[in-house]
């Protein structure tokens, strides 16, 4: 069972190289998720790079520490606290993002 009220980030490491975003449209993001699973906890590690075309905008290293009780399935416990801490790092990526744009 999944106990997502105690999800807790643990550290996020943001590296800019503080080019400014012209056009928001050419922005991608691509987000890799990575796991382990230690004790009763599960620790997840995003690595997110965004860029606009072929130039890098910022990369992003976040660690989340969540809580487990008793499991079945390990893959389908996983894809559950990706889903529901994936949203938390999208929201850190907007606002990244949201600093890096051009003032129109």
């Given at each position: 069972m999944i106990n997502s009220n105690n999800t807790t980030?643990?550290?996020v490491k943001l590296n800019s190289t503080e080019k400014k975003i012209t056009?928001?449209?050419d922005v991608n993001?691509?987000?890799s998720v990575s796991y382990r699973i230690k004790d009763d906890k599960v620790m997840l590690w995003f690595q997110t790079s965004c860029k606009e075309g072929n130039d890098v905008i910022?990369?992003?290293e976040c660690e989340y520490k969540c809580p487990i009780e008793e499991y079945d399935d390990e893959k389908e416990?996983?894809?559950n606290l990706v889903s529901n801490v994936s949203p938390k790092v999208e929201e850190l990526v907007a606002l990244f993002t949201s600093q890096m744009?051009?003032?129109?």
């Open positions: 980030l643990l550290n056009n928001i449209e993001c691509i987000m910022f990369e992003m416990m996983i894809m744009l051009v003032d129109a």
